[in-house]
């Protein structure tokens, strides 16, 4: 009973709202510490910022224990990435870092703690969610963009050549120049210099920009958006929240209602015979 009663309180406690925020703001100020730590400041202060940082590693180990124990206390804690990540992130800081030949790997890990808002804010989790599933999708436009860079910095560097040949020198140049031009980096004056030798040079361009900026650009915003909205979904019925959980209830409720409908009626044509 007294270990029943443990569970439940440290499943209380994960669940609090203001031990959560408790957790983001100890998370930013442990990245503020690591930050303070990068100016000439005196050792006494310097010393206070071991000690806090110290403590903020304890506080996490603390945090991490209490998940643990809070889901079930099994080693289904650790099916999910994001216990995971939190996991190694929190024991690769109780690496002593004084007198260590790991001194830089250990401070490196201690400013990735902030990586665990991501793990710690669910709207930070969707959006990092929907970005890794949206990267395969994501590959064949930039698939595709690459065909078209090769395609054009071809015909611009046999075309231009002549003209400037820093930037349209070899295939590799006139991608970049290219690149400069779909990032709208001063690309008028490469515009206006090819347009002094070939005055119909500017359709190169604006169509170059019309494909790459405007459509595949957008395709690719396209994709993340719609993988965001997947994620939200997702969570949303997960955590029996937003419409589509609303609606998903209600589909559940008009199925019963349909079996229970039928159940009646098969009793009413028993009772007729």
Known sequence: MQAKALKNL??????NRIFQFFIIVVIILSALLIGAKTYDIDPT?????????????????????VRFIAEGHSW???KKGWNVFDTLI???????????EMVLLARLIRVFRVLRLIS????????????????????????????MFYIYAAVGSFLFESINKTL???????????????????????MYETMEVYPLSWMYYLSFIFLNAFVFLNMMIGIVIERMQSEQNAYNLENDEGEIS???????????????????ESRLASQKK
Do not use: H
């Not at 440290?10 to 669940?15: K, M």
């Not at 295939?171 to 490469?190: H, K, P, Q, S």
């Not at 609303?246 to 009646?264: C, D, F, K, P, Y």
């Open 246 to 264: 609303e609606l998903r209830n209600i589909s559940q409720n008009t199925e019963a209602m349909l079996v229970r409908l039928e159940q009646i």
């Open 45 to 65: 202060y310097l010393a206070i910022l071991e000690y806090l940082d110290l403590a903020i590693t304890y506080l996490f180990l603390f945090e991490i224990i």
């Open 76 to 78: 289904s804690f650790f």
């Open 90 to 100: 929190v024991a690769a800081s109780l690496i002593p870092i004084d007198d260590s």
């Open 120 to 147: 710690i804010i669910p709207e930070l989790r969707i959006l990092i969610s929907a970005l890794l599933k949206a990267l395969p999708p994501m590959g064949y436009v930039l698939l595709l963009m690459f065909i």
């Open 168 to 190: 349209w020198g070899d295939i590799a140049v006139a991608m970049l120049t290219l690149f400069r031009v779909v990032t709208f980096e001063d690309w008028t004056d490469v």
């Open 10 to 15: 440290l499943f209380s406690i994960n669940e």
